[in-house]
């Protein structure tokens, strides 16, 4: 009888190198969940029923929780790290105009566009005639024809004078609200306006298509020591570094606006917005084609964000007295008077031509600009570098490990609770401003937004912006080119995975009580089922490269163990294992 290794008794040790008792080591979910880790499986899936239309039979299937934090879902975030990295490779050194898809309208639209002008024509008609009936009918026929074109996928929403509450009644005219134009004497910089071409790829310059790598800092807000907080907190104007961290993207949006004025082209972009230690967003941005960086200097020196809403100075009401909702007036109210507040649309039209916004916002003079050639390693090493980060929080960016770390960016949270981040804030209140779209259900004070949240420091939830045109693709677009990257790998060798219609199946959430499997099961069926698809993956490229080789058994033993024997980073972000998508 041949001995076994399980024969005898084997000691167990953790990280800190001690043995673990038996019976006192790690769950089989806490194995299965470091395993799916290991191989690429969502931790946390979603489990969704899904039936087969033409069979009728039902399963649970698990699906991606599509977490973008490595906190939450490792697997899940390395894959859409993955995503963005090749959309960025792949629009950055782009030699061609990417491809503008446009749908063409389906006959269902074009028919409820011809039903809604007959209605238009019969509305003409009631109201002549003053038939009152008429036109409520044709009013709900309205909102009923707006609402079918919204589910058959027409973008956007009807123009104003066709929108059914003003044909029905008639737009209210208003005199629009002038601003000044004039450039602010404080920045000088005159930039150049030209017309702006419809091209986005750069020109060739030495043989090889060369684009920029450009990285846009905040200005200084007080002298900070080298762990990003403040030397004097009382003299660091947190309450300017508030205001800048929330009108940071409309600030770039001008910079972009800017630049493809001065420089005559539409240039395209990939920008990430990330935190300094200090807590201020910069952005690193790379930008398709060679532009001069002269121009790209004098671009941020010239370019500023003006913020046209009332002016915020001393709160009227800081304290546990604050405004109150007033049912018979439908606005909110003094709570000592009793006198409604200002709305918001009055308290735009009170500021005047000569009025001060309130706030601009700029860009730092420090600014680092580099070229970058297609093809190159510095090209591969700038990819990494800007979705480096794309898989923490800004808590774990920001770890406070000191108490005046912890104290900067608590008094950076406190100016980001009294900044309003926008018409609709509840933040408006405390300053005697009742925000659009109030109502009985508002709090005073309380804003739900991402930018007075103490884990986002005001950064946005979209960390990555990116042009329309930079590939012409969504990011579902590019983690198909990947899924059918690894089916023509597969085909080359005899492995025919075709796609399955999407239209077979119908998805609907589990109801609750309903018995399903329990997690540990799902991950080790995953798991399983990934390790399978690895083990095809790896026999296909060994196959591909070796032609005259043996059979596979080199990459049949990596798969099993996790690893690959060929490069298969095309499999990992495919969405394999636990995500509900498949290869075959």
Known sequence: MQASLLDDPVDVTGEDGQIINPGHGPSMLDVAIAAADRHGVCVRPVVLEQTDTATGRTAFVPVPCGATLESKCGPCARKARALRKAQCREGWHATTEPVKARARPTYDQEGLIGYRADLAVLLDECRETGDAAGIAEIEAEFVWIDSELAALGMRGKAPKDCAAEEITQGPTPKAPRKRSTRRRQDVPKTLPRLAIADRTVGSELGGHYSSMFVTLTMPSYGKVYGDGSARNPGAYDYQRAAWDAITCSRLFSRWIQNLRRAIGWNVQYFAVVEPQKRGAPHLHIALRGAIPRALLIAVNEATYHQVWWPQVGEMVYPGAA????????????????HRPLTEWEDALDAIGPTDQPAHKAAFGPRIDVQGIAAGTKAAGEAIGYLCKY????????LEARTSRQLDHYDHLHAALCRTPCGPRCAIWLLYGIVPKGANAKTVPGICKGRAHRRETLALPGNRVLTSEEWTGKTLGDHKADRLEFVRRTLAAVGLEKPARDPRQYTWATVAPGTKMPSRTKLLLSAIGQRVAWRAEYDRALYAAQHP???????????SATGGSATDGSALDGDGGGSDGTTAS
Request: proline content about 6%; aromatic content about 6%; some cysteine.
């Open 322 to 337: 604050v405004p109150v909702w007033d049912e018979h007036t439908a606005t909110f109210t003094d709570p000592r008077t």
């Open 390 to 397: 794309l898989t923490k929080s800004v808590t774990e960016v």
């Open 548 to 558: 005259d080789g043996d059979d596979g058994s080199i990459a049949d033993a990596c």
